[in-house]
T-cell receptor, first 114, second 114 residues
Framework: AQSVTQLDSQVPVFEEAPVELRCNYS??????LFWYVQYPNQGLQLLLK??????LVESINGFEAEFNKSQTSFHLRKPSVHISDTAEYFC????????????FGQGTRLTINP | SQTIHQWPATLVQPVGSPLSLECTVE??????LYWYRQAAGRGLQLLFY??????ISSEVPQNLSASRPQDRQFILSSKKLLLSDSGFYLC?????????????FGPGTRLLVL
């Protein structure tokens, strides 16, 4: 079975500061990796995902994540955050073979302070 | 373009009452459909997924059931609600259910059982 651990339940940062949201996973088989974002009182939306190829993936709003197979991690980073980045961020995995069943971490609440 | 709807947006129900939450998808055919629950302070847990009409898999034993009477309609039900059923219920869809695909989430239903 797969599991996902998001090490920080809450991360407060100041506007324009860099941020890293940590994600580690456990799986005996190869997985795909996802970051979803949930803005207040909304559903989730995909931020970025790693399927294959370059281990560094980027989103359109400045976030990036790097797949590290040896450390089984997929940390999310942004060099300079904005107030509008305030949201909850979920890391998820799905195994490569078989039907898509996402296994989510517990989420990290990112709060941006002015 | 595809859209996903959920209703109601919020619901307050007494313990022991029945439940019916509805999810519909527009703009696509034969989608894979999913029900998740997000309990307070916890990540998302997959409850049910469906690859077609009347084809539903349950991921966890619980007080809930799901049905898919039409191709793009997914219903979550309970005969008697428990306090522990409170949470944020999210419906999602994907094109084919292959492991690397993006899941698209609805706006969610917030359920409070008193």
């Amino acid at each position: 079975a797969q599991s996902v651990t998001q090490l920080d339940s809450q991360v407060p940062v100041f506007e324009e500061a860099p941020v890293e949201l940590r994600c580690n996973y456990s799986s005996s088989v190869s997985v795909y990796l996802f970051w979803y974002v949930q803005y207040p009182n909304q559903g989730l939306q995909l931020l970025l995902k790693y399927l294959s190829g370059s281990t560094l993936v980027e989103s359109i709003n400045g976030f990036e994540a790097e797949f590290n197979k040896s450390q089984t991690s997929f940390h999310l980073r942004k060099p300079s955050v904005h107030i509008s980045d305030t949201a909850e961020y979920f890391c998820a995995v799905s195994i490569i073979q078989g039907a898509q069943k996402l296994v989510f971490g517990q989420g990290t609440r990112l709060t941006i302070n002015p | 373009s595809q859209t996903i709807h959920q209703w109601p947006a919020t619901l307050v129900q007494p313990v022991g009452s029945p439940l019916s939450l509805e999810c519909t998808v527009e703009g696509t055919s034969n989608p894979n459909l999913y029900w998740y629950r997000q309990a307070a302070g916890r990540g998302l847990q997959l409850l049910f997924y469906s690859i077609g009409i009347d084809q539903i898999s349950s991921e966890v034993p619980q007080n809930l059931s799901a049905s898919r009477p039409q191709d793009r309609q997914f219903i979550l039900s309970s005969k008697k609600l428990l306090l522990s059923d409170s949470g944020f219920y999210l419906c999602a869809w994907s094109e084919t259910g292959l492991a690397g695909e993006t899941q698209y989430f609805g706006p969610g239903t917030r359920l409070l059982v008193l």
